[in-house]
């Protein structure tokens, strides 16, 4: 769908230079979604895996996040074997709905209610992200996070639309589940993509 290269704005890896590739094409279909357009795949012109290769080369970035839509949607071995090659450590940010594919340095899982992830996924998770929308996310957020590894991050982040609201909830929350840490959009705070 889109290519560009920016600062990571959420999680773990907040305030690294990456690259980031846009995946068109999801079917999980979160009411919330900030990136709606990237959910039918076929309005998006394909791009081969050289010239999007050649592209994170040509920005001189150390880090590639695959986001979408839903990547895994997609085999992704042989575009994560092209950026092995040419030393781009590897992200991929997930709902985990579809088998995991390609070879990553980390794993961020962001499970969505629509499409639960799959158990091969939980396993795998570098970084449990959970977007809080409504208070019964803090009990889907406890529930998935009781399905992950014990040396995986845990990360609650408020729905955009509603982060002045959610913020305050979220930082109770987080200093009375403090196994918790907040993620917040910092690219939206920044104005970059």
């Known amino acids: 769908m889109e290519e560009f290269y920016t600062i990571q704005g ?8 990456a690259y980031f590739i ?8 979160c009411h919330w979604c900030d990136v709606k357009e990237s959910w039918d795949a076929n309005i998006h012109p394909l791009t081969p895996i050289e010239k999007i290769i050649e592209n994170v080369i040509a920005y001189k970035a150390n880090s590639v996040v695959v986001t979408g839509g839903e990547p ?5 071995d042989s575009l994560t074997a092209l950026l092995k090659q040419n030393n ?12 995991l594919s390609g070879n990553w340095d980390w794993i961020c899982l962001s499970p969505k209610k629509t499409m639960a992830p799959l158990k091969e996924v939980y396993s795998k998770a570098n970084e449990l992200k959970v977007i809080i929308f409504n208070k019964h996310d803090f ?17 609650l ?4 639309s509603k982060h002045a609201q ?3 909830e979220i930082i109770e929350y987080v200093k009375d589940h ?16």
């Open 10 to 17: 959420e999680g773990f890896n907040t305030g690294k230079a």
């Open 22 to 29: 846009r995946i068109g094409g999801c079917d999980v279909g």
């Open 72 to 76: 895994l949607i997609y085999n992704l």
């Open 88 to 99: 781009i450590e590897t992200f991929i940010e997930t709902s985990g709905a579809y088998t």
């Open 139 to 155: 009990v889907w957020a406890e529930e998935q996070a009781a399905l992950v590894g014990k040396d995986c991050y845990l990360y």
């Open 157 to 160: 982040q408020p729905e955009w």
């Open 166 to 168: 959610l913020v305050p």
């Open 178 to 193: 403090p196994k918790w840490m907040i993620s917040l959009q910092t690219h939206k705070y920044m104005n970059i993509p």
